[in-house]
């Protein structure tokens, strides 16, 4: 009759490897079990070791001067929870350079977008940086970019626009590692939804609030670029006051200008 081994000579079965989901796939292995508490545990803060730990090589540098996906992944997730009380110095520190960062990051007000240029405009400074991403080309293809609306096709010569279309992969990566960039970079377009019904008479821009209606996108009065989510839905709710009929998509193109075709 064949004997079974006692259990404490039976090999223990291996932990479940934990695999985080693809929107947090640039955080360090290292801290994949703080992401795993994160996202298991009904737990509403993090502690101070925690902090300083999710920080890491963050808190040797000024917000300035962090960068890469693996840095948003850290401040994203230190961001999701509170910080347990009474809250350390160096934790304290740490917070204060987290709001600095997202700051350095978030979408300019003051930067309009309401050019629309051809692909040539940028298409030297694209040579330039597939060769070597200098500062220097990095920042004449900001302070070009920072107030384009849209990249026009028909007026862009062939070379140049296919250039343009090869080149965004690597701007975006490039992106990617510098976010501070999105800061001037990131529109926000509201295009209204007519299901071929004419263009209504918009209402105006209230008095008082910062900036102005944008003009209508590549001359079309149903569409717009705006420099922050927050402008975009603020026009949105504007319109719908005055024509609740009207409906409008609102479209994040992430760093990219819209292609116009």
């Not at 490897?17 to 929107?23: S, T, V, Y």
């Not at 963050?58 to 401040?75: E, N, Y």
């Amino acid at each position: 009759m064949r004997r079974t081994a006692p259990s404490s000579t039976r090999k223990a079965k291996k932990p479940k490897r934990f695999n985080p989901p693809p929107a947090w796939e640039a955080l360090p292995t290292s801290l994949h079990d703080l992401l795993e508490d994160y996202l298991t545990q009904d737990r509403s803060y993090w502690t101070n070791a925690e902090v300083k730990r999710l920080a890491g090589s963050l808190m040797d540098s000024p917000p300035d001067k962090w960068k890469g996906a693996a840095t948003i992944a850290r401040v994203k997730l230190i961001r999701g929870r509170a910080v347990e009380t009474p809250i350390e110095d160096t934790v304290q520190a740490i917070w204060k350079s987290l709001m600095e960062f997202e700051t350095m990051c978030a979408p300019n007000s003051d930067c309009i977008k309401s050019r629309s240029i051809a692909a040539d405009e940028l298409y030297p400074l694209i040579q330039r940086a597939n060769k070597r991403m200098t500062k220097g080309v990095v920042d004449d293809l900001v302070g070009i970019l920072k107030d384009v609306a849209s990249i026009d096709h028909k007026i862009s010569s062939p070379e140049a626009f296919s250039a343009y279309i090869d080149f965004k992969p690597k701007w975006n990566d490039y992106l990617l590692q510098h976010p501070q960039l999105f800061r001037q970079l990131d529109p926000f377009y509201v295009v209204a939804a007519l299901a071929g019904n004419p263009v209504p008479n918009w209402p105006v821009w209230p008095p008082g609030r910062p900036n102005d209606l944008p003009p209508g996108l590549d001359g079309q009065n149903y569409a717009w670029c705006f420099p922050t989510f927050h402008a975009a839905t603020f026009w949105v709710g504007v319109a719908a006051s005055v024509l609740p009929g009207v409906r409008m998509w609102i479209f994040d193109t992430g760093s990219n200008p819209a292609l116009f075709y």
